[in-house]
């Protein structure tokens, strides 16, 4: 291959014939056009700590000799540097390669959610929460990597679900960022570093005050409204409910304060008749919540248990858990009934409420509610107090007395025979 040193001008590159050749630049030492059998092409040539290195710049036809020139420079400059450009293309091309194998490691939001779900112990309403999330409010950003998903989107599409129902709105914005925030530390690269973005786009709410305010519910029924509410519970007639399933849960939740959830599936080992003692676990933090039954309440699942076989207190043969499941039409019904509109979380309210007025110490009453702590998490002296389960007992057969008036000792009663 013969080697020349011209002046290098477009003119001269493009009547070169394709013989192999270098063509050594007369002005800009170190840049040459190479001349093969296929192609022209520009490079430079210098030697980089004692070791001559050959650059390929371009393709003439790909690039001008005006921009192949400023390349050069720019080479030139880094290899009087003592560094090699090619080196330095080889580590880009790792680097590169490197990112797209990052990119590709990282999940898209839907397969994050399903990671999520999969490997999360989630109870099954939460689990609902999370698939309307994934699925109706964020279905257009599935196939987008987690890390794609912007302030600017967090932003648009709070802004656009409020439109819908601000508590929806604040409820998807906070599931996805547990989503973010979980799949931070779930996908990790080879490093053991993280793959994603470790900033949580949705404090971008934060940052511009636009959750939104929503007003914590309160109600709960009266004991002025307690007379009709009850009246309309015992006299409730339910089609198919030989067994009183549903007036019976709606009475356990009332007189436990229990949630719905937890009351929904609660299994006849929760219930001990000999001690007359129920258990729920609590959600929030898994511990067993235990009360001594009221006198009525003892009675109620006593009946239950010499007229059920299922495994669970409240069953349901159409369910696929085996227990009833948020029997809001029943709800509606008893509504109508008496004109008490309530909430099956409206009962644990007035139970609380209840609780809260009976002339008892405040750790009988933090038992009652199981509530562990005081709202300034500063009460050390609940660990060390024990309430005796006689003073417990007093407080539920009081409740009893106020939520079921003169049809406690009626009930009691027709309870006993059936």
Same mark, same amino acid.
Request: with cysteine.
């Given at each position: 291959?013969?080697?020349?040193?011209?002046?290098?001008?477009?003119?001269?590159?493009?009547?070169?014939?394709?013989? &192999?050749?270098?063509?050594?630049? +007369?002005?800009?030492?170190?840049?040459?056009?190479?001349?093969?059998?296929?192609?022209?092409?520009?490079?430079?040539?210098?030697?980089?700590?004692?070791?001559?290195?050959?650059?390929?710049?371009?393709?003439?036809?790909?690039?001008?000799?005006?921009?192949?020139?400023?390349?050069?420079?720019?080479?030139?400059?880094?290899?009087?540097?003592?560094?090699? &450009?090619? @080196?330095?293309?080889?580590?880009?091309?790792?680097?590169?390669?490197?990112?797209?194998?990052?990119?590709?490691?990282?999940?898209?939001?839907?397969?994050?959610?399903?990671?999520?779900?999969?490997?999360?112990?989630?109870?099954?309403?939460?689990?609902?929460?999370?698939?309307?999330?994934?699925?109706?409010?964020?279905?257009? *950003?599935?196939?987008?990597?987690?890390?794609?998903? +912007?302030?600017?989107?967090?932003? @648009?599409?709070?802004?656009?679900?409020?439109?819908? +129902? #601000?508590?929806?709105?604040?409820?998807?914005?906070?599931?996805?960022?547990?989503?973010?925030?979980?799949?931070? @530390?779930?996908?990790?690269?080879?490093?053991?570093?993280?793959?994603?973005?470790?900033?949580?786009?949705?404090?971008?709410?934060?940052?511009?005050?636009? *959750?939104?305010?929503?007003?914590?519910? #309160?109600?709960?029924?009266?004991?002025?409204?307690l007379s009709d509410w009850?009246?309309?519970?015992?006299?409730?007639?339910?089609?198919?409910?030989?067994?009183?399933?549903?007036?019976?849960?709606?009475l356990t939740l009332i007189?436990?304060?229990?949630?719905?959830?937890?009351? @929904?599936?609660?299994? *006849?080992?929760?219930?001990?008749?000999?001690?007359?003692?129920?258990?729920?676990?609590?959600?929030?933090?898994?511990?067993?919540?235990?009360?001594?039954? /009221?006198?009525?309440?003892?009675?109620?699942?006593?009946?239950?248990?010499?007229?059920?076989?299922?495994?669970?207190?409240?069953?349901?043969?159409?369910?696929?858990?085996?227990?009833?499941?948020?029997?809001?039409?029943?709800?509606?019904?008893?509504?109508?009934?008496?004109?008490?509109?309530?909430?099956?979380?409206?009962?644990?309210?007035?139970?609380?409420?209840?609780?809260?007025?009976?002339?008892? /110490?405040?750790?009988?009453?933090?038992?009652?509610?199981?509530?562990?702590?005081?709202?300034?998490?500063?009460?050390?002296?609940?660990?060390?107090?024990?309430?005796?389960?006689?003073?417990?007992?007093?407080?539920?057969?009081?409740?009893?007395?106020?939520?079921?008036?003169?049809?406690?000792?009626?009930?009691?009663?027709?309870?006993?025979?059936?």
């Open positions: 291959m013969s080697s020349q040193r011209v002046k290098l001008t477009k003119s001269f590159i493009d009547q070169l014939e394709l013989v &192999p050749s270098i063509y050594r630049d +007369s002005e800009l030492i170190g840049f040459a056009v190479r001349v093969n059998v296929n192609y022209k092409s520009y490079i430079v040539e210098k030697k980089v700590l004692g070791k001559t290195v050959r650059s390929t710049i371009g393709l003439h036809g790909n690039i001008t000799l005006v921009q192949a020139r400023e390349i050069a420079r720019e080479k030139l400059l880094l290899m009087s540097q003592g560094i090699n &450009p090619n @080196e330095e293309k080889r580590k880009r091309i790792v680097e590169e390669d490197e990112r797209i194998n990052t990119e590709k490691q990282k999940p898209t939001v839907k397969a994050a959610f399903d990671n999520y779900l999969n490997l999360k112990s989630l109870k099954p309403r939460t689990v609902q929460d999370y698939i309307i999330v994934r699925d109706k409010y964020l279905a257009d *950003w599935h196939n987008f990597k987690l890390d794609e998903v +912007s302030g600017k989107m967090i932003q @648009e599409k709070h802004a656009e679900l409020s439109q819908r +129902s #601000k508590a929806q709105a604040n409820m998807a914005m906070r599931v996805f960022s547990a989503i973010y925030n979980f799949s931070v @530390e779930h996908y990790l690269g080879e490093d053991d570093q993280p793959l994603l973005v470790p900033y949580n786009p949705t404090k971008t709410l934060s940052a511009r005050k636009v *959750w939104n305010k929503i007003k914590r519910r #309160k109600t709960y029924i009266n004991e002025d409204q009850i009246r309309a519970i015992f006299e409730y007639q339910d089609r198919g409910q030989a067994l009183e399933t549903n007036r019976d849960f709606i007189l436990t304060g229990f949630r719905r959830d937890e009351c @929904e599936s609660l299994p *006849w080992s929760s219930i001990d008749l000999k001690y007359g003692t129920i258990t729920s676990i609590d959600p929030k933090n898994a511990e067993p919540h235990m009360l001594p039954m /009221g006198e009525f309440l003892l009675e109620l699942m006593k009946k239950r248990r010499r007229n059920i076989q299922s495994e669970f207190v409240f069953p349901s043969a159409k369910s696929q858990s085996g227990h009833i499941v948020n029997i809001s039409k029943v709800r509606s019904k008893i509504n109508d009934l008496c004109a008490v509109k309530f909430t099956f979380h409206d009962l644990r309210r007035t139970f609380g409420s209840i609780a809260e007025g009976l002339d008892y /110490g405040h750790y009988t009453i933090k038992r009652l509610l199981n509530h562990k702590k005081d709202s300034d998490d500063n009460d050390m002296t609940s660990e060390y107090i024990q309430v005796s389960d006689k003073r417990l007992y007093e407080a539920m057969n009081e409740i009893e007395d106020i939520v079921l008036k003169h049809y406690k000792a009626e009930f009691i009663e027709k309870l006993k025979q059936q």
